[in-house]
C-alpha cells in the first residue's frame, strides 16, 4: 500500500528504467497512461488525488520541510518511488518518464509530446489534465491566482510569466558543483524555473502535482541527481542528516542514495546530451 516501507521484494528483481517521455515506445506510453487513467479513478489512498494530495494542498504534510532545504532531493525521491509503486499497482508495466526540458539555444523549449496530445472527447489524455481535489481547492480558496485556485481540472499556460526553461548550459553548470548542498541549490533553482515556465497549477505549489506533467519534471530532477551521483560517487547529503526520514514516507535520506536499491534506473539515451564522465 501507498506510503508504507521499501518492497524488499520488488527490490530484488531486476532493474527497471525509467525512460525519455518523448522516446517510450507505444507499449511504454500505453502502460503509462493506463496507469495514470486507474489511478484518476481512484478516490482513496491509492489513487491520483491522494499522491497529489501530499505535495500541497489538501495534505502539506512534505513540502515544507521538502523545498529549500537539504532534503528537497531525497524528499521528492522518495515521493517519486512511492507514486511510481501506486501506479504500478494499477498497471504493472508502467515506469515513471522524464521530461528534457533543457532547451537548445535559439528555441523556447516545449512539453513533452505525451502531456501535450489533445486526446479525445471520448479517451481524454490523462497525462495533459487532471481533477484536483474538492477539499485542495476549498482550502486554496484565496491563495495565489484565483483561476488556479478554481479550476476543477488543471491547467497550463506554457511560457507566459515570463520565465524561460532552464538552458542545456545551466543543466552542465548545476551538474558540475561538487558539493551535494551546491548542487541540490542550484538543481532546485533550474526545478523553480520549470514550475513558473508550465504556468497554472504547476506554478503554485499547494497544486502542482495534480498537473500530471509534475511527475515528468521531477523525474527529470531525480535522474539529473542520479548523473550527479555518477559524477560525483562520494558525494552526499550532510551525514546529519542521513538517517532522518522523509515524511509521509517510511524511507529515510540513506535509503534515497542508491536508486538501484530501489529497483530503478535511468535509460541512457544517445540523444540526452548530459554526458557523465
Ligand atoms: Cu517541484
Redesign the pocket.
Known amino acids: 500500500m501507498g506510503t508504507g516501507t521499501i518492497d524488499a521484494g520488488r527490490v530484488r528483481t531486476a532493474l527497471r528504467f525509467r525512460r525519455n517521455a518523448d522516446r517510450l515506445t507505444a507499449g511504454q506510453l500505453a502502460a503509462l497512461s493506463d496507469a495514470f487513467t486507474r489511478a484518476q479513478a481512484l478516490s482513496d489512498d491509492r489513487g491520483y488525488g491522494f499522491y497529489a494530495g501530499i505535495?500541497g494542498l489538501p495534505l502539506p504534510i512534505g513540502c515544507d520541510n521538502a523545498?529549500g532545504t537539504p532534503y528537497f532531493l531525497p524528499w521528492?525521491r522518495a515521493y517519486l518511488y512511492f507514486f511510481e509503486r501506486a501506479l504500478r499497482d494499477r498497471n504493472r508495466d508502467a515506469m515513471l518518464t522524464w521530461w528534457d526540458w533543457r532547451t537548445p539555444p535559439g528555441t523556447a523549449g516545449a512539453l513533452p509530446r505525451p502531456f501535450a496530445a489533445r486526446g479525445s472527447r471520448r479517451a481524454p489524455n490523462p497525462l495533459l489534465s487532471a481533477a484536483v481535489d474538492p477539499l485542495a481547492r476549498r482550502q486554496g480558496r484565496g491563495f495565489g491566482d484565483p483561476r488556479v485556485a478554481a479550476a476543477t481540472r488543471t491547467f497550463r499556460r506554457p511560457g507566459t510569466l515570463g520565465v524561460p526553461l532552464p538552458s542545456a548550459a545551466q543543466v552542465t553548470a548545476a551538474l558540475s558543483a561538487g558539493d551535494f548542498l551546491d548542487f541540490s541549490e542550484a538543481v532546485?533553482g533550474l526545478?523553480?524555473d520549470?514550475?513558473v515556465w508550465v504556468g497554472g497549477h504547476?506554478s503554485e505549489?499547494p497544486f502542482?502535482?495534480f498537473d500530471p506533467i509534475?511527475w515528468a519534471?521531477?523525474t527529470m530532477?531525480d535522474r539529473l541527481w542520479r548523473l550527479w551521483q555518477l559524477r560525483n560517487p562520494g558525494g552526499r547529503p550532510p551525514a546529519s542528516i542521513l538517517d532522518e526520514a522523509l515524511p509521509p514516507f517510511r524511507m529515510t535520506v540513506r535509503q534515497t542514495l542508491d536508486v538501484t536499491a530501489l529497483g530503478y534506473d535511468y535509460a541512457v539515451s544517445t540523444a540526452s546530451a548530459v554526458v557523465v564522465r
Do not use: G, L, R
Request: hydrophobic share 45%; no cysteine.
Open positions: 505535495h523545498h521528492h532546485e526545478h523553480n520549470v514550475h504547476m505549489v502542482a502535482a509534475f519534471h521531477h530532477i
